[in-house]
């Protein structure tokens, strides 16, 4: 069964710095997709980015990039440049190509930007 | 068009009352998901829909909880009896999945369910 793995429950950091925040997975499957969601206060889970695991090139949307490890099956997330809208948990999450195309979420990281 | 709505945001229920929960997804999405979110913790999955067949129930907690969705569009969420242990958000998603690549989920605001 694939499992996905968020061992910092909480993070915090100095607002203009870089963050990262890590995820690891585990499967058998050679082809499937990443996620990065970002949950606010609100309550409203937003895509933050998607990785293909079939593309060897680490995603990238603004501030935010990917450090995509296949063979280490690892996610990571670097936060460049943190503001304090960056406040929220993260989740990491992973989706099969094959089967139902259910997604497994790890338990989160509740980043906290300080002023 | 907008986004994923929920209906209730809010359900304050008693101890073996019935609850429907509503989700309406975007226009046009085929593919809709149902997770449960207990206070600080992380997304549980509980069904996903292609079009209104559930090809995954695998995560529904047990009988008591059941789904359906009509006309590849609305879907609703029952609990039967609920239980203190069920109170959590309950969050809804959607996406296109035209096919395998494109499948980036769409959430609704979620419905917080608390059971006395």
């Known amino acids: 069964a694939q499992t996905v793995t968020q061992s910092q429950p909480e993070m915090s950091v100095q607002e203009a710095e870089t963050v990262t925040l890590s995820c690891t997975y585990d499967?058998?499957?050679?082809?499937?997709?990443l996620f990065w969601y970002k949950q606010p206060p609100s309550r409203q889970m937003i895509l933050v980015i998607r990785?293909?695991?079939?593309?060897?090139q680490n995603a990238t949307e603004n501030r935010f990039s990917v450090n995509f490890q296949k063979a280490a099956k690892s996610f990571s997330l670097k936060i460049s440049d943190s503001q304090l809208g960056d406040t929220a948990m993260y989740f990491c999450?992973?989706?099969?190509?094959?089967?139902?195309?259910?997604?497994?979420f790890g338990t989160g990281t509740r980043l906290k930007v300080l002023a | 068009g907008a986004g994923v709505s929920q209906s209730p945001s809010n359900k304050v229920t008693e101890k073996g009352k019935d609850v429907e929960l509503r989700c309406d997804p975007i226009?046009?999405?085929?593919?809709l998901y149902w997770y449960r979110q207990r206070l600080g913790q992380g997304l549980e999955f509980l069904i996903y829909?292609?079009?209104?067949?559930?090809?995954?129930k695998s995560g529904l907690p047990s009988d008591r909880f059941s789904a359906e969705r009509t006309g590849e569009s609305v879907s609703t969420l029952t609990i039967q009896r609920t239980q203190q242990e069920d109170s959590a958000v309950y969050l809804c998603?959607?996406?296109?999945?035209?096919?395998?690549?494109?499948?980036?989920?769409?959430f609704g605001p979620g419905t917080r369910l608390t059971v006395l």
């Open positions: 998603a959607s996406s296109a999945l035209y096919w395998a690549g494109e499948d980036t989920q769409y």
């Open positions: 226009s046009g999405h085929t593919a």
């Open positions: 999450a992973f989706r099969t190509t094959s089967g139902t195309y259910k997604y497994i």
């Open positions: 990785q293909e695991a079939y593309k060897q």
């Open positions: 829909f292609q079009g209104n067949s559930a090809p995954d």
């Open positions: 499967t058998s499957e050679n082809n499937y997709y």
